[in-house]
């Protein structure tokens, strides 16, 4: 008889959920479907981000070897310092400002007799506003003296041509000091 009131027992109704319960299975389910939802977007977001950071890797390291060369050639004693500006600024603002230009010559022209001869640059910041701005910092390392080296470049805005499906990355402020302490900021 006692094996009959167990199986009595576990014939019994199924039982109902409450209208409680259901009603927090379905909030677990939205919530699952949230924290679902936000992993997607978070994943899309990283993607995008490291396109985004290809990208400046690589204007990062084409306006690197733009500003190195500059850098180099103005040391060189072989390249008149004009026209290593007039390299450097080419196809940009600062192409035609002739005062501009040779006010920089002639600050330049003297880095080697205060601060030594010229060793190596390092670039030591290299920073993207927004999708067309990047600035770029330089040491200049002589015998007695680092020169700090400032260095804007700037995407222009003009639509693609036939000819030109790309916008050109061109220098639009460049400019020099030897305020070391100010990189610590």
């Known amino acids: 008889m006692h094996g009959d009131a167990l199986r009595k027992t576990a014939k019994a109704e199924p039982v109902k959920p409450s209208g409680d319960f ?3 299975a379905l909030r677990s389910i939205g ?7 936000l992993v997607a977007c978070g994943l899309h977001g990283v993607a995008a981000a490291q396109a985004t950071d290809a990208t400046t890797e690589e204007i990062v390291a084409a306006a690197d070897l733009r500003a190195k060369a500059f850098l180099d050639n103005l040391s060189n004693k072989q390249t008149p310092v004009e026209q290593t500006f007039d390299a450097l600024l080419k196809g940009g603002p600062l192409a035609g400002k002739k005062q501009a230009i040779e006010a920089l010559v002639a600050r330049s022209a003297g880095l080697e007799s205060r601060y030594g001869q010229f060793r190596a640059a390092e670039r030591i910041e290299a920073k993207r506003i927004g999708t067309d701005v990047l600035l770029a910092k330089y040491l200049y390392k002589c015998d007695n003296f680092p020169v700090v080296w400032y260095f804007t470049f700037y995407r ?3 639509p693609a041509t036939a000819t030109s499906t790309t916008r050109s990355w061109s220098v639009i402020a460049v400019r020099f ?6 990189l610590g900021l």
């Open 31 to 37: 919530v699952l479907f949230t924290a679902l939802a």
């Open 177 to 182: 000091d030897t305020e070391i302490e100010l």
């Open 22 to 24: 259901m009603m927090r």
């Open 156 to 158: 222009d805005q003009r």
